[in-house]
């Protein structure tokens, strides 16, 4: 069973940034790539980024495009997120996935990610 810790969430205001991790002890990571989801209270876990095993290839949300910036360390096992100009809208608990295999899945759904993490709270206050 693969293990995901995500950190970096808080409070931020409108305007601001977080910086969010994910690691993982797994060696199957440098393998696999990597998405981050959220979601908000009374709404679908849905899609935020995701990045390709070599980090040739990203993928972003409409919400996500020109604000967050998915990265990776294989070395660390460690997978980013940076967010700025958030926005309350970005309010959520978010959550990182690995995916089947290395390459980004077609479809940015939850079912194509094998292994989650216990997510980490993001508020952003107006």
């Known amino acids: 069973q693969v293990q995901l810790q995500e950190s970096g969430g808080g409070l931020a205001q409108a305007g601001g940034s977080l910086s969010l991790s994910c690691g993982t002890s797994d060696d199957t990571f440098p393998n696999r790539a990597m998405g981050w989801f959220r979601q908000a209270p009374g709404k679908e876990r849905e899609f935020v980024a995701a990045?390709?095993?070599?980090?040739?290839?990203?993928s972003y949300a409409d919400p996500a495009k020109g604000r967050f910036t998915i990265s990776r360390d294989n070395a660390k096992k460690t997978v980013y997120l940076e967010m700025n100009s958030l926005t309350p809208d970005d309010t959520a608990v978010y959550y990182c996935a690995a995916a089947r295999f290395p390459q980004i899945p077609e479809i940015p759904n939850t079912s194509n990610y094998l292994y989650w993490g216990q997510g980490t709270q993001v508020t952003v206050s107006s």
């Open positions: 990045i390709s095993w070599s980090s040739v290839w990203k």
